[in-house]
Structures are given as structure tokens and as C-alpha cells.
């Protein structure tokens, strides 16, 4: 903010315990002012006009305390300096973005990414909260050292228990909503044109409907569109959706956090993690920039991984894949699955007793969704959770009568084996904390509790759970390299995680799974070969298979753990089943074109989801490749992220 003028004979030097080392003279409401807490730690003071009544007043600012969001200076408490209400928050150094645009002109390239998508995760946290900012404007995002954090937050809440109307209002008309210009206190939708005037701004130095007078202003608000040509590509669309005219068109914050950190490219990178093929860098609409995924990268990807014998899976997009290479150490496309005749199998067939597939007799329609889904009574495998993949985004968990209790949306629902257990793990990350958390859920009680992570620009993606389910293993992603470089192993009875640094790193399209005697075990490249690394609980590699081709996810391993499937290592079109303990080949699976591996149903029987006229299915298929059952039928689009796992009770 402003710096800090020295005080004048009038102003007070204590307020309530602070003591008072300076005054704001160009922040408005008057009366702003500098100070530190017993502590030292410095504090802003916003000393309100008298005519508040207290009880109000003080209803107003006490939910605000507990609104803790990383980007948000937090309202720290306030009270009544005789008849004049005080609003204590943190103090931000740094210069304000109206200031940093004047004397250095507007932020270019990735520093205008990181200022929209800071400053949008800022608001999205405080709607999460059933909160808004209600000023949004380049006063009041100030460039802090760590990046942009919005302040005044608070303001407009407690402003408006003061009854002496002309100073209720603080905002700026370029930078106010048309409902907000019309008397309607603000909302939501309000923060979002607010938010997106000011990025107007930063991108082109003037606020989008400056009409050179008040009055002028006003009408350019109400009525005219603002002028965007110098924001091309993604920001300038999201941009343009934002300052709408009606409020109930905008989108939500969440959806436009999505949004410019690139929500389809992160679909199709969450699709390569589900079905095991190895993506290749995410493809960026354009304008949209590697900076752009700073803030939320791997969120995305979370929603796509798997745990156990479950994965999530989104119909692909349509479109023929083109076949391609194999893939190297940077990372680079997966082949698309061609139809291959006949059966390849070695002499070593498995001696598991056959396991029959029961025939459907009854369907289930999946809330929210086109989604059919076939079932029996004794499939040992079901749809356990789902996720929407359209705004808001909700998830949804099986309950043991077989229906699908909705929950909070944003988070992938990973029940335990056993069902005791669910872990709740959030698509978006880092608006409350700078760390990464995961919520533990014990259906039967209620009971939840949060475990962290690690701390950004690390963050975790994948979650799964060991057989017993006694641990849940998490794949640490580092941003910056965009690689996977180790895992979190939570320890749900002691409520603790411990993240280990491995001596191998790979793709993010590889992450690490339980193997069925409780090891660590994940996909590896060197350019060569395609294989298997297994890792001990303090990161060593202490086997590897490298001849097995590809693992699929985290779904590798038969319900007895005594197979694995992996993509072939010629990339022939077909799927191969290896011996755990030997490494031998069992079988070679041929899959129709186009086919992704979905996980195992039982000691014969695979998934695969494979697209069928104006959609996908999702088949049961036997180790020759032979189309045994439908499991489930999926429209076209990307509709949910389905989960199939054994079924336990809850």
C-alpha cells in the first residue's frame, strides 16, 4: 500500500492496545492508519466514520475473523474508539497495482497471469467462505512481496452498519457492478466484475468504462461493452464473460479459476493418468501461457488418479488419436490402442480358478449425468464415487443402500478399501493455506479431519490406498519441472504424513501405486525402455522390471495381486498381464481401437472403456479379449470422472 505519513497533532497514537506510527493519507474512507500489535508485527487500522451502532457494527466484523484465505489480508478484529467503529487487518507491503501501473507501466506475459489467477483464487476463497469483498479495484490489490493479495477486505461489511450514507460507499463506479451502481448491496458477481475491471486495467492501463466524468462513468457501465482487442486469446474471453451486464450470466469465481489455468487442458492430462497412456504437454489455447498453471496445476490431475483397483474415467474427447512414438524422458504422446487380431498368449497360462460375469439385471442413471450403468447383484466391482466435470463441479459417494449421496463439490472422493474411510482430496489447492491438505471422512460417525501435505510449489496428486487400508500414498507433483518427484504416505491412525524424495523422478502421467505386499511401485522411462521401478519407504529403487511396457495408472494389479497389466512395450494395440513375483508375461489382451484400460474386474476379467457409436462404453473383457459384458454407457462430452472399486460396505 501507500507508504505511511507521519501523524498529525489530531490523530490518535493508541487505539485499543495498538500503537499508532503512521497515517494513510490517500487511502480512503479517512482515517487509515499504520500500526503495530504488542508483538511488533505491523497491522492497518481503518478508523470509520462515527454513526455505526455497535451490536450491528460488531455482528458485521466477527464472522470476517475467521476467514482465513492465502492472498486476502485477514481481518484480524475491531471494535469502537468512542463513537467511531476501527477495522483491524493485516498490513501488506508493497506498492498498490494502481501504483505499480503508474510508475512501471502495466505487467506483460506471465506476470499478468500470475497477478489474475492470485487475485481470482483470492475471491474464490472468500465465496467459499459465504463471504465477498464487495471493492475490488487496482487500490486495492497491493503487489506484496509474496505476490498480489487483495485488501480491504471487510470494508464494505462494516461500512455499511454506518449510517451516514455519503461515506458508505467506497468503490470506484469504473471498477463497481451495474447492480451495485443501481443501490443493490454486493454479491458474488459483483467481486467477479470488480476483479475483472481491474484486470483490464493492469492489462491496458485504463479501467475498462473510464468515461472522463462520474456521470459518464456510470453510463459506460450500465450500458455500453467494454473495448478488449488488446486482451487477446483466453483472459480476454474470460475477461469479457465476467463483465456482463447481468449478474446471474457471470461465472462463478471457481469457474473462472478453472478457466485461466486452463481447464481442458488439464482434463485431457487428467484422462492420460486415468487410462495410463503418457500424455504429452497439455495443448494451451491461445494466449494461454506455462505460467498460467502455476498457482493450480496438478489439481486437475488429482481428479484423474486412481486408488487401489479404482480409477477415474472421463470419455475421451472426440476425434480420432493418432498413433505415435514411444515415449521418451521428456515426456511425449502415448500411442493410441489399435484393433488387434487374434490372441497371443505365453505357455504360462494362470491357474486361477474361472470367475463367471453374471449378466445385468438392473440399471442405475447416474444423477446429473446421461450415464447408464449395468449392474448385478454380485459384480465384485461398481461405481463407488463420482465426479461432475462441469461446474460446480460436485462429487457424489455410494452409500451401502446403493445410492449416491451428493457431496461438497471440488473434491475427488477416494473411499478405503474396507469402507471405513474416505478420503476427500480438493481439485483446487492453495486458497486457504500454502500448503496442500487432504480430509479424512469416517462415514459412520461423521468424523473429519485434515492432514497436510506438503508445501507449494509442491502438491499432491493421486491418492490411493494400500490394500489394508491402513495408509493412503499420494504422488508429490513439482511444478516447476513438471515431473513427479517422490510420494506422501498419510497415516490415517496417527493423523500424520511423512513426504519422501525419491531417487528417480518421471512424467506426471506416471504416478506411484501400492503394490499388493505394501510397497511403492510406479512407471519409469529412460528414453529406451519402458518398465517398472519399485521403491522402499525411504525413496530407493530396490527392483526394477524394465521390460514390462507401461503401467496403467494405478490400477495395475489383479484383485489377488498376483498380475499386473501394463500397455505392451511394442505399442501393438494390446494390453499385457506379467507375474508380480517373476516378471514372466501371462497373457497378451487384444482391445479394439481407440480402447483405455480401466482397471481389473476380477482375476480374468479387465475394464476397458472403448468408444461405441455417439459415446463410450465400458466393457468387461476376458484375458483373450473377448467383449463379455457392458458395464456402463456414456454419452458424448465429458460428463463425470467414474470410479470403479470393489464394494464394501459403509
Known sequence: MARAAPLTPDDPH??????????????????????????????TIRLLPPGADPERFLRAVE???????SGVAQVLGGGLHGDRPYLVSEHVEGATL????????????????????????????????GAVHGDV???????????????????????????????????????QAPEQLDGSPPGPPADVFAWAATMVFAATGTAPFAGGTVAATINRVLRDEPDLADIPGELGAVLSDCLAKDPAVRPAANAVLLRLIGESSLLEAATAIATGQVAAPPTRSPGMRAGRVLLLAGAFLAVAAASGAAVYLTAPPPGPRAAVAPPSPGGSLAPALSASPGVTTTARPTAAVWEKVEKPNSEVKLDGTSITVHEHPSDPVKIVSYLLTKRPFTSYLRERSGTFRKLAPGDE????????????????????????????????????????TVKQPLQTIAPVWSRDGSRLLLSILDRDKELISGFVLIDPASR??????TEYIDDISRPFAFMPDGRIA????????????????????????????????????????????????????????????????????????????????NEQHVILQVPHKKGTRFQIVDLTGTV??????????????????????R
Open 496 to 501: 500424520t504424513a511423512t513426504a519422501v524424495e
Open 63 to 69: 464472522p470476517l475473523r475467521g476467514v482465513s484465505a
Open 14 to 43: 493508541e487505539l485499543a492496545g495498538y500503537r499508532i506510527t503512521g497515517r494513510f493519507d490517500d487511502v480512503r474512507p479517512e482515517g487509515a492508519y499504520l500500526a503495530e500489535d504488542p508483538s511488533g508485527a505491523q497491522v
Open 137 to 175: 479495484r487496482p487500490e486495492t490489490v497491493v503487489l506484496g512481496p509474496d505476490g498480489p493479495i487483495v485488501v480491504d477486505f471487510g470494508l464494505v461489511q462494516a461500512l455499511g452498519t454506518v449510517d451516514s450514507g455519503p461515506t458508505r460507499s467506497v468503490g470506484l463506479p469504473a471498477y
Open 628 to 649: 463379455v459384458r457392458v458395464l456402463a454407457d456414456v454419452p458424448d462430452g465429458n460428463e463425470a470422472f467414474l470410479r470403479f472399486d470393489r464394494v464394501t460396505p
Open 413 to 452: 472422493v477416494v473411499p478405503s478399501p474396507d469402507g471405513t474411510l474416505v478420503a476427500l482430496h480438493p481439485w483446487l489447492k492453495f486458497l486457504d493455506s500454502d500448503h496442500d491438505q487432504v480430509k479424512l471422512s469416517r462415514p459412520s460417525t461423521g468424523e473429519q479431519f485434515t492432514v497436510t
Open 98 to 129: 494502481a501504483e505499480s501501473v503508474a510508475a512501471d507501466g502495466t505487467p506483460r506475459g506471465a506476470a499478468l497471469d500470475r497477478l489474475a489467477i492470485g487475485t481470482m483464487a483470492a475471491l474464490a476463497a472468500v465465496h467459499r467462505a
Open 522 to 601: 510406479r512407471g519409469f522411462s529412460d528414453g529406451k525402455r519402458i518398465g517398472v521401478n519399485v521403491y522402499d519407504t525411504t525413496g530407493r529403487v530396490v527392483r526394477s522390471m524394465h521390460w514390462v511396457g507401461n503401467p496403467l495408472s494405478t490400477t495395475w494389479f489383479s484383485p489377488s495381486g498376483a498380475v499386473f497389466a501394463t500397455i505392451c512395450p511394442k505399442n501393438d494395440g494390446t494390453f499385457c498381464v506379467w507375474n508380480t513375483k517373476t516378471g514372466d508375461r501371462r497373457a497378451t489382451v487384444p482391445a479394439a481401437s481407440g480402447a483405455h484400460w480401466a482397471g481389473w474386474f
